[in-house]
């Protein structure tokens, strides 16, 4: 299976920037599809952003402008560069990625996999 670890959460001030990462591992997988996702106290999960295995982009209307998602596929790794910041933005953030693996009896299998979280906190 493949497994997603985030980082890059923290603590900023209104207006301030953050970069947030998301690590794929595992063995012999290939990532298609990868989305960021937020999650605010008593609030629903929200899609934040997306990308594809092209490139191909998305946002929320709330954040498009102000954050970019990318990805470098040599290192297995998303990233979000959050800016201009705003209080609302305050939210544990969850990358999700789905793609396939080969198993140990050389089948192709699809996962789908999220990553722990990383809290990202925006207040003056």
């Known amino acids: 299976q493949v497994q997603l670890v985030e980082s890059g959460g923290g603590l900023v001030q209104p207006g301030g920037s953050l970069r947030l990462s998301c690590a794929a591992s595992g063995s012999r997988f290939s990532i298609n599809a990868v989305a960021w996702y937020r999650q605010a106290p008593g609030k629903e999960r929200e899609l934040v952003a997306h990308i594809t295995s092209g490139g191909s982009t998305n946002y929320a209307a709330s954040v498009k402008g102000r954050f970019t998602i990318s990805r470098d596929n040599a290192k297995n790794t998303v990233y979000l560069q959050m800016n201009s910041l705003k209080p609302e933005d305050t939210a544990v953030y969850y990358c999700?990625?789905?793609?396939?693996?080969?198993?140990?009896?050389?089948?192709?299998?699809?996962?789908?996999?999220w990553g722990q979280g990383t809290q990202v906190t925006v207040s003056s």
């Open positions: 999700n990625a789905e793609g396939y693996y080969i198993d140990s009896d050389n089948y192709s299998r699809t996962f789908l996999s």
